[in-house]
């Protein structure tokens, strides 16, 4: 036994002793949520900068965007995970309240910061903890030009339109993911209303969101240009098979529709005349922190690759590849991002977007929202009431997760 | 020279004690073979049991990741507080019964048709086994797509062969748990039909035989030798059923899309799973874990005993 004793004993101080690759001065990891066509422009990237640079050896692991969360969480605990998290800007609220990602203003000099577009630096707390290589993934009207040289400018045309191509049930005027909350944001600010005020605390139970539902609900039950149900798969399948002229989507599909030969435009989601306001979807850029758990001395080596993936050579290969909006401002005026006129009408769109809030309530604001929600669609709530609940469940939620 | 011998021999010597497994005692020797399995139970099962145990009596969440501390059984005290628990406990019920009853009852039935001499019976029994040998996130997939409301194959079949109304399965809280149910049953059925099958194959021919002579008819037959016979084998088959059923996030999380519609769809480890990685409660979410490991553990010590499964059929 005692034998037994020992030997566990040492395999544990053997395990103990075992380094976190955060430890190792010739590996740099990145966790990051790009699509696979992102990945392998990644890839290229890396191994350039690999080939300039011997002895570091960058490697890019992929999580689902709520893999990486979760998993980024839990290897935090114990002080391991990656150098780097790429993601979305709402994962810095929860990490820089966890205190797992290290403040960046230190990191990177003024000179610097200035030539990013400023809705690419995300600040909480007064203190800068990502800095995006994109902007804007946000939603916004695709239709496709094949079927439709004109896009809609207005509700009504839209309405209007969507009628003329109806013929349930295999084809629809407009498509896209309704049972998700996020996608419903432009209606909800089409008609006047936000997720929640300038404090944190949740704005759910307005008139415009009981109008907004409303008028989705009509959408689908009065003038029937969208599907019964619809998720992002049924959507995204319509769309492609040429079934649905138009779809809401944000930037990260236009890599799909080019594979599948659609010649596509993109445009504002339509003007609401009744409120006078544009739709406006949230906007939210993408990109790196640093993990609060690596060591002192590998922070120049992390620093350095991230100046590279964030310089204009990279930048510019993804606007080139998949069209997205970059944030350095000198590239603004490169024919490369000026000649695009999908990044043109993407931008476009981003002007009435709203900033995606960052702090953590917003989570459980989407956790509120999402049953009832859904239980307006599936006829079991009224607008009214699922508007009443969403706030009780959204402060109960915000409590909750705040104790 | 002597000295030298000495020096020379000394780690040959204890060389050949340490491998000599003879003198050792035969428990030991035992020990030390079982280490590295030991070694990996210890990380993976009970040093991970051991932390949830003392997170379930923390308070780490969002606001208290790194400063979290004991508070006693706060978090228990929540757990029975909420009417949500009681819900989704009663969800989790009738998942587990449901799902199982119908494993058992095909599984069996289909054991004993694939039991008999019967014309192509390899490539029957292989077939019925492939919803078992598919990933099963491929299954809940494929599943999740064919109860799509207006292009899923069941509402098509339902549509164009039975007349009926298409059912809005995804959208609906009971339709989409039934989904979420009959998904499962085509998952769970191969493994309860192939114990079923392993324990029908071992009961002697002689006492089907001996039934014969006695007159006994196919039904006797089947409640006087079958079912005695085949139930030491299928009590424990049932227990682990009963327990991966009851823990088996990953259906009802794939096919419902994470509890949809309105989070009516939950059960108790998928309610679990929400509150830790999506309201960030991990002291919550630790000890409703450690009621779930509560009740599974009475529930198969109680299972076990009152149907005496661990003692010989003979």
């Not at chain 1, 998720?231 to 809401?248: H, R």
């Not at chain 2, 923390?58 to 757990?79: P, T």
């Not at chain 2, 194959?201 to 005695?228: N, R």
Request: aromatic share 14%; charged share 15%.
């Amino acid at each position: 036994m005692r034998y037994l004793l020992s030997l566990l004993l040492l395999s544990f101080f053997i395990s103990s002793c075992a380094k976190s690759t955060l430890e190792d001065p010739h590996q740099i990891v990145i966790w990051h949520q790009m699509r696979p066509d992102e990945r392998t422009v990644l890839k290229e990237v890396l191994d350039k900068y690999m080939a300039a640079n011997p002895g570091i050896k960058v490697t890019a692991l992929y999580k689902e965007t709520e893999e990486l969360r979760s998993g980024f969480q839990i290897a935090a605990i114990g002080g391991a995970g990656p150098d780097i998290v790429y993601g979305p800007s709402d994962q810095v609220g929860p990490f820089q309240v966890m205190e797992i990602i290290l403040p960046l203003d230190t990191l990177f000099s003024k000179e610097y910061l200035s030539r990013f577009n400023p809705k690419a630096l995300v600040y909480s707390h007064g203190r800068l903890y990502q800095i995006a290589d994109k902007i804007g993934n946000h939603l916004m009207l695709i239709y496709n030009k094949a079927l439709l040289p004109n896009p809609p400018k207005t509700m009504d045309q839209l309405i209007a339109i969507g009628e003329k191509f109806t013929h349930a049930p295999s084809n629809y005027g407009l498509v896209w993911n309704y049972t998700e909350p996020y996608f419903f944001i432009p209606f909800l600010t089409g008609y006047g209303g936000w997720v929640m005020d300038s404090l944190g605390n949740p704005t759910l139970d307005t008139p415009a969101m009981v109008a907004a539902l409303k008028f989705m609900m009509e959408l689908r039950d009065k003038y029937k240009i969208i599907p019964k149900s619809c998720d992002y798969e049924t959507a995204d399948a319509l769309f492609k098979e040429g079934k649905a002229p138009m779809i809401i989507n944000g930037p990260w599909s236009f890599g799909d529709y080019k594979k599948a030969g659609i010649n596509f435009g993109v445009t504002r989601i339509p003007f609401i005349k009744e409120t006078g306001l544009w739709p406006a979807p949230m906007v939210s850029p993408v990109g790196f922190s640093i993990n609060a758990s690596v060591p002192q001395w590998k922070i120049p080596e992390i620093v350095k690759l991230i100046k590279y993936l964030l310089s204009p050579e990279v930048q510019l290969e993804y606007t080139r590849h998949f069209d997205t909006i970059p944030t350095l401002e000198s590239l603004y005026s490169d024919p490369v991002v000026r000649n695009n006129p999908i990044v043109k009408e993407s931008e476009n769109q981003m002007e009435v977007g709203r900033p995606m809030p960052i702090i953590p309530e917003l989570r459980a604001v989407w956790d509120a929202m999402r049953p009832s929600y859904q239980a307006v669609l599936g006829g079991t709530e009224s607008p009214e009431q699922a508007a009443r609940q969403m706030q009780k469940s959204a402060v109960e939620k915000i409590k909750e997760m705040n104790e | 020279m002597a000295f030298n011998r000495n020096k020379m021999t000394q780690p040959q010597e204890r060389k050949t004690r340490f491998f000599d497994s003879e003198s050792l005692s035969p428990n030991t020797f035992a020990y030390i073979l079982m280490i590295p399995a030991a070694i990996v139970m210890f990380g993976v099962v009970v040093y991970p049991f051991f932390y949830n145990v003392v997170l379930s009596f923390s308070n780490m969440s969002l606001r208290h990741f790194r400063d979290w501390h004991l508070i006693g059984f706060r978090q228990y005290i929540e757990v029975f507080r909420g009417q949500v628990f009681y819900t989704v406990f009663l969800k989790t019920l009738v998942w587990t019964f449901v799902n199982i009853f119908f494993h058992v009852t095909i599984g069996v039935s289909l054991a004993l048709v694939l039991n008999r001499k019967l014309f192509g019976k390899a490539a029957l029994r292989t077939l019925l086994i492939l919803p078992w040998a598919i990933p099963q996130v491929i299954v809940a997939l494929t599943w999740r797509s064919m109860f799509n409301y207006e292009y899923g194959a069941i509402n098509l079949f339902i549509a164009r062969y039975l007349q009926m109304a298409p059912v809005e399965w995804l959208g609906k809280p009971l339709e989409a748990f039934s989904a979420c149910i009959i998904t499962n049953i085509w998952l769970g059925f191969p493994f309860m039909m192939t114990i079923a099958l392993g324990g029908l194959q071992s009961i002697p021919q002689e006492l089907y035989e001996a039934a014969d002579i006695d007159g006994a008819s196919a039904w006797q037959k089947f409640w006087s030798v079958t079912y005695p016979l085949l139930k030491p084998v299928m009590i424990p088959a049932i227990t682990l059923g009963i327990i991966w059923t009851f823990n088996n996030v990953n259906i009802i999380w794939l096919v419902s899309n994470g509890g949809e519609p309105s989070d009516q769809t939950h059960i108790l480890v998928s309610y679990v799973y929400k509150a830790a990685f999506n309201l960030y409660r991990y002291g919550y979410a630790a000890a409703l874990s450690m009621v779930i490991f509560a009740i599974l553990l009475i529930f198969s010590l109680v299972f076990l005993k009152r149907t005496k499964a661990s003692e010989a059929a003979y």
